[in-house]
């Protein structure tokens, strides 16, 4: 009782603080893994001596859990700086990857700039090999093309490149290694170009997200870049239940971008609403193809724009439905340890599977009731062992997770998170929450540091 009163005084100062600082379109802009970067990249705009696109005309694109990249001008040229380097990212509380990414991120840190804009980006190597970049879809000269020894030489360990061009397109494009093994490591980052006359109709909610795959033995952190079976799969990085859910504000119009740089095509699905089709790595689609639907696929290499009006409330799945997408690798909770027995209804493999996953912050396994006789069932257990409920757990519980339900990270595997459908009231709530975060950035650090 007591607790339920402080919490509504609490939330009663957060409504009233927020209705004081910001109007709901910024607040819709601030629900990003990384406010700091977000609020810099404004900052820049703001700067921005040759404003000739008036403010509103678009919103920025978030990229949850990937910061966007700053830049600085050089009179009229924004100027941006990326350090390709080995990434720490814990994808999930009981998983670490040794990727390569961006600027201490994987994927990359999110350009965006203007259509029309110039843009010089000093890319530098801090690997311990030979790379390039790639301006995946955009229309470059050929000597900014990032191919090795075709269009460029390739940029040693320790040197920088520069690339310059004009971007006169608009849409979702991407930034890769031009080097396969080096983007299934996970060199890749979005580079958004927003239109010079505004998309209509305008939207209210704008994410993007990229789709990557790693195949990763337990006990180990390096993904096998030549594996064609991937036991991780990842938005922006992370796998579901650490995946930030997209929160928007009920009677909203919300676009996602999606970008797909690995083995396989992920069809995309959405529930509880259907959605059109407005663009792809070429672009804007004129209206008269968008049609409705709830899955996209989004095949290797690229990227796909779909929008929807948010109609209905609720805490909305999106994800992958390839089966094995929807999975998290189980195996990585065993580490170096065996359970005893192959019976996996035994007490003994239970209370096992107990002891391993609290060590991770694991509040539960097993959470769905299973059958007296359930060991007699051909083909049981299926899911029953994978629902692990992490709902506390580092990295899971952040303001975008705010008054879900109890054990709400137990049905959330692998390529996956919700869109997060919320009436005024709650979403103001979760927005001065995300604006007042002490630590918006999950775990994350580079080598050496
Ligand atoms: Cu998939």
Redesign the pocket.
Known sequence: MSSSRRNFFQNAAIYGASLLGLNSRLGAATNSGAPQANEKHSAHHHALPTRKVETHAHIPVLTPDVPDLPFTLDGATKVFHLRAEPVKRKIVPFKTVDAWGYNGSCPGPTIQVNQGDRVRIHVENALPESTSMHWHGLEVPIEQDGVPFISQKPIAPGETYTYEFTVHQEGTFFYHAHSAMQEMIGLIGLFIAHPQSPYVPHADHDFGIV?QEWAILPNNSVPNTASMEFNW?TFNGLSAPSVTPLVVRLGSRVRLRFVNLGM?H??IHLHGHQFVITGTEGGRAPESTWYPTNTVLVGVAQSKVVEFEAKYPGDWMIH?H?PH?MMNSMMDLLRDRQIQTADTTDPRALSQMETLARGIGVEHVHHSPIAENANSIPGFPQDAFMEMSMDNAPGVSKPQTHGLPVNWSAGMMG?MTMVRVLRDKQYDEVQSLIRNQKSPQPEEHRHGS
């Open positions: 789709l799969l396989d992920h069809p992958c390839l997408h390529m």
